[in-house]
């Protein structure tokens, strides 16, 4: 192949659908800080969210371009790039864990950026050290645990989570969803080619000011409505300032390198995702991008891990190659520089734009299912669990903050089942990994292998990289835990393995099929 079209039909649907995702994150992001923390709105906007974007920037523009390296070396003119944005469960890590509290046990909000800062910077590196194993996992795990991990995260994070936003205003909401799935399930044209993704996020705008306008609006909205900016201009450039927080970085480290592990499992998951979509890229690079796009943007002021989207399968049924990415780079890096991404985030109602990350929810949903052996359809099934949890928790903390209240003067049953979750919750994305592995392995009789997926998660109980028994989920010390539970379930993990590798001295079933065979 002598030319690949960098920009193509399909790149107007992704664009919109990558470019309003990491939109609404920015959105959280400060709406946590200045509204939760009282936080300057300044440094927030001008220094937080610029240096930020310094990162989606770098990052989309280097995976556009091994979008086309990879077109040159397979001959194919219908390679897609890989999706990178900002990572949405960092955020409330971030907000909530690290910067939030720095600031009101500093008062100081220029060190408390600084410690965010480092942190960030420091997980950037730690991403680094962790890519050049990629390659290896990615060959070992099998399909369904990173596939299912994955699409447990897309059911859990960027399905219902939106989805909320769709039912919190219906009628703009459900009118936008409407539209996504015509144009881009359905595939249906519209007139004048169209793209789906912009038209259906037009008409929830549309909608929803039109509403307002004749005094409306849905009931369950309890803000005010969009809030318009000024355009303030802000150049971020590396700097060592980090340096100035990074003595009290260190003690936040244990929440956020849990996020940071995350994100590189949830690489090598997109990775594969992207491979059984077509586009075969490899995993180290994937990985290096994303730790040195995280590092650039705590070096310039940033404080939010950059990492590979979920959804590349979505972003290629739309028709998508490499100038999605680049634009989406440029919307949001340039945005976060030239000031006017605040002022256009200011003007969009969330559920004119939650529907685009419903679709891509569920495109990977689909795909965890269908790419994956069907004799292995109950390993991608576990795998959807943890997320599960980890959504119900997200829910329930922000009710009892909102209350007043906290999760210790919860007693009984109620309790019980509540700390339960949390436990469950914590580590998600590695426990859905390690869960759909084993079941995959034991469902090809392959009972070693199983049994060395549990041991594995005997080991990491015991540091809480899974069901870590702190609340914030952070990594732990079993002897200075504070409680038993890490040793409880490293011996419950324990046991599952000796039940496990024990199978192999078990008769099978004479009548039962052969599981192991394709297709049954």
């Not at 989606?56 to 040159?72: C, E, S, T």
């Not at 795990?141 to 994955?150: D, E, F, K, T």
């Not at 539209?179 to 595939?187: F, G, P, W, Y």
Request: aromatic share 10%; with cysteine; proline share 6%.
């Amino acid at each position: 192949m002598s030319h690949y079209r960098w920009f193509r039909a399909g790149d107007l649907n992704a664009f919109f659908a990558l470019m309003f995702d990491n939109v609404a994150n920015l959105v959280i992001l400060a709406s946590i800080l200045i509204g939760a923390f009282q936080f300057p709105r300044e440094i927030v906007l001008y220094r937080m969210v610029p240096g930020t974007a310094v990162g989606v920037l770098i990052g989309d523009l280097i995976y556009a371009w091994m979008a086309g390296r990879l077109a040159r070396r397979t001959g194919r003119d219908d390679v897609t790039a890989m999706p990178l944005g900002l990572n949405a469960p960092s955020i409330f890590g971030m907000s909530f864990a690290v910067i939030g509290p720095a600031y009101l046990l500093t008062h100081d909000a220029m060190l408390a950026w600084k410690i965010g800062m480092a942190v960030t910077v420091l997980a950037g590196v730690f991403k680094i050290a962790l890519s050049f194993a990629g390659n290896r996992v990615r060959s070992i795990v099998p399909r369904a645990a990173l596939l299912g991990s994955i699409g447990g995260a897309g059911l859990a994070l960027i399905g219902v989570l939106p989805l909320l936003k769709v039912f919190a205003d219906p009628v703009p909401g459900m009118l936008a969803l409407s539209i996504l799935l015509v144009t881009l399930v359905a595939r249906m044209r519209l007139p004048w080619r169209l793209p789906g993704a912009l038209i259906s996020a037009l008409a929830g705008i549309a909608a929803f000011y039109l509403l307002r306008e004749i005094h409306l609006g849905s009931p369950l909205l309890t803000g005010a409505g969009p809030v318009s900016m000024a355009l303030h201009p802000a150049f971020p450039w590396p700097s060592f300032a980090f340096l100035g927080g990074l003595s009290k970085a260190w003690a936040f480290l244990p929440i956020a390198l849990p996020f940071s592990l995350s994100t590189v499992v949830g690489g090598i998951d997109n990775t594969e995702s992207a491979a059984v979509a077509g586009d075969e890229y490899d995993t180290r690079a994937i990985l290096l991008t994303e730790g040195f796009c995280t590092l650039a943007a705590g070096l310039c002021g940033g404080v939010v891990e950059s990492t590979p989207y979920i959804g590349h399968p979505a972003y290629k049924s739309m028709g998508a190659g490499a100038g999605y990415a680049i634009l989406t780079g440029l919307f949001i890096g340039l945005g976060g520089m030239l000031g006017f991404l605040p002022f256009f985030v200011g003007a969009i109602p969330a559920s004119a734009i939650a529907p685009v990350l419903v679709y891509i929810g569920l495109e990977v949903i689909a795909q965890a299912f269908l790419a994956s052996p069907k004799r292995h359809g109950v390993a991608v099934a576990i795998s959807l669990l943890p997320s599960l949890a980890f959504l119900v928790v997200l829910q329930v903390n922000a009710v009892i903050s909102a209350v007043g209240a906290q999760i210790s003067q919860i007693t009984g049953e109620t309790g019980e089942s509540l700390h339960a979750l949390i436990l469950l919750s914590n580590g998600f994305i590695i426990t859905a990994i390690l869960w759909g592995a084993a079941t995959a392995e034991l469902i090809d009789r392959r009972f070693r292998h199983s049994a060395f997926y549990l041991v594995t998660g005997a080991l990491f109980c015991l540091f809480g990289v899974i069901h870590s028994p702190t609340a914030q989920g952070t990594f732990v010390l079993p002897w200075q835990a504070g409680s038993t539970l890490p040793w409880h379930f490293a011996a419950a993990y324990l046991l599952a393995a000796v039940a496990a590798g024990g199978a192999c001295l078990l008769k099978r079933e004479t009548d039962a099929p052969e599981v192991f065979e394709e297709g049954i």
